[in-house]
């Protein structure tokens, strides 16, 4: 049987060379390898699974930027099937996509909602997040062109040496672009993403996103029932709004 990697089955199409290159852009080699090195592992898997704690400021009239954070676990089996569970400041929820619908689930309200949806996985997370605005934990580091985006888009990049996050040494990557600067810590023996941060410096105040992954598990495997949405005894149908 033919196996599917989790994203390798995806078909990237790219507008011209990335608009050219961009002469004021400052690359450093080795960054873009410890990049190139950390997408080419993702990209290898069929399945995976990590927990996640993230933290994401939100605008206040009264009380300036507010901190929120929520944390979960996600499972992911290529090319169309994810689960995600997570807990925080906008409630208890899990998401189940199956290859045939996309379904959420509030605990809080005992509320659900269910979509069709025949996509893979990356054009589902576009276009729920593009549309419904279901932010998906840490997505940025599974699109398939997730280096050369940064290319295309940043004023610079450059390797700032070995650093430790949770005991894990890492590899601690960071760059500019016009709208934002970012920051990835990759773990130094397997290279998979630990921690990423990102600072909005184009909106009022610098809002920050940072995002820490831990415990992946690579390849194990995953049950198809996973993904599969079973309606909890009582809840409620509503429908999915942006």
Known sequence: MKKFSLFKSFVVVFLGLFFACRSYAQYDSVAIAILDSMSDRISDLETCSFRFVNEYDIESDEFG???????????MKGPDKMYIEKKGDKGHKQFFFDGKSFSAYSFDR?????????????????????????????????????????????????????????????????????????????????????????????????????????????QENIDDS?????????????KLVN
């Open 65 to 75: 930027l507010i901190t929120h954070s929520d944390a979960g676990i996600v499972y």
């Open 110 to 218: 005992n509320q659900y909602a269910t979509v069709p949806a025949t996509l893979t996985l990356i054009q589902l997370i576009d276009s729920l997040s593009g549309y419904y605005k279901v932010d998906f934990p840490g997505a940025d580091v599974f699109y398939p062109d997730f280096v050369d985006n940064i290319l295309a888009t940043s004023n610079n990049l450059v390797y700032l040496g070995l650093d430790e996050i949770g005991n894990v040494g890492c590899y601690h990557v960071a760059g500019a672009a016009d709208d934002l600067t970012f920051q990835f810590w990759i773990s130094d023996d397997k290279y998979l993403p630990v921690k990423m941060s990102l600072i909005y410096i184009n909106k009022p105040e610098d809002p920050r996103y940072t995002i820490l992954y831990s415990d992946w598990k690579l």
């Open 226 to 238: 996973m993904f599969d949405f079973k309606v909890p005894t009582g809840a409620k149908l509503v």
